[in-house]
């Protein structure tokens, strides 16, 4: 699986980077940085945010790719992006958890920042599936996973949570406020500026976590399972909601189109808001959103198809160890429904939530301290 998932990283040069090139969008990108104002606007574009070059100019390309998806002039893409946001959350909290694993100390999949500033720069798509790729082929929790080598410390499960919200949220929706009604057309180019490094906000505030507040939060396996269900809950709720809404709004333009307006009756359209562009269709773009759009929707496919590859195979090695068989028939029909309801992160989230309940019920805990008892 893990050559799967290196596979669908280096697919991202090609569906992606490839095909943003040949349907105009780096051109249109280029030419809106060079004349100075935000794409489909009368509105200076910032160019200046730390006074470091190489970084002031990353963060003009990201002020130029990222506003359209925010202004509100492309509502099907903003939909769209509302349940990536979700997607990208829920992905990243598995990753978060994964680093802190105690099996994974000192391999590579103990550095999720890395890989997260790689994310909001080479996308999603990239960086996910080739950070849960090298975790694949270098933890012992991908191919023994044992109570004591997936425990996660206390502390970090205790505000993991929070710390997406101060750290993933709050910055999210700093910047998707309406602009010039809310925030200036510049302080919002500044919100979308802070947001991007958020990856490292989450993977710096944890490490502070674990470190003040470690001696308030002794190791326990009950308290320990109750933290992990709690963090498996926010990430299922996270993924699951965006990807509700973001469907069933798209879904109401079809069923009840009265509730609309009819300019977004057609923009939200199911077709538009989740149509898939092929790199070989020869498409033209006429705009940096509908580019960003077409970019979007691969980003969304091939990262999230990662995440949910990788959690099916962990919770597959984790059920042919432990109970030496899988329901391959009654698996696929779960990751099927859960896809639909609640995403491919959705069901990634539930796949890697049971996988640990097994492994902790069967190889630790109560169940070992019963054993012990049974041979005394």
Known sequence: MKYVLFSLSAFVFYAIFYFAKVNGLDDLGHKTIESGRLPGLDEPLRNFYTGVEPIDRIL???????????????????LHSIGFSGTFGAAWTLVVLESWRKGNAGTVAAYP???????????????????????LGSSITARRPHADNIRIPRAVLAVLPLIFVVGFMVPSHAMILPAPEVISVDWKQ??????????????ILSTVAYYV????????????????????????????????????????????PGLFKAQFVESLHPAKVFEIPLPWSGLKVDTVAQGVHAFLRWDYLIGSAGVLVWALSLYVVAHKQILSTVSWPSLLVKVGVLTAL??????????????????????GGSRQVTKAKKSS
């Open 342 to 363: 609640t995403g491919p992160t959705g069901a990634a989230v539930e796949l890697m939530w049971e996988r640990d309940e097994l492994v902790f019920s069967e190889t």
């Open 213 to 256: 507040l470690s001696p308030f939060f002794p190791n326990n396996h009950r308290a320990s399972m109750s933290g992990l269900r709690w963090v498996y809950a926010f990430a299922f709720l996270n993924a699951s909601v965006s990807h509700l809404v973001s469907w069933v709004l798209s879904l109401a333009t079809v069923m009840v």
């Open 60 to 78: 003009t390309l990201l002020t130029v790719f990222f506003y359209p998806t925010l202004d509100g002039q492309s509502p099907g893409l903003l």
């Open 113 to 135: 920042m890395i890989f997260g500033l790689a994310a909001q720069v080479l996308t999603f798509a990239f960086a996910t599936p080739l950070f849960l790729g090298l975790q």
């Open 190 to 203: 500044i919100a979308i500026a802070i947001w991007q490094p958020w990856p490292a906000y989450v993977s």
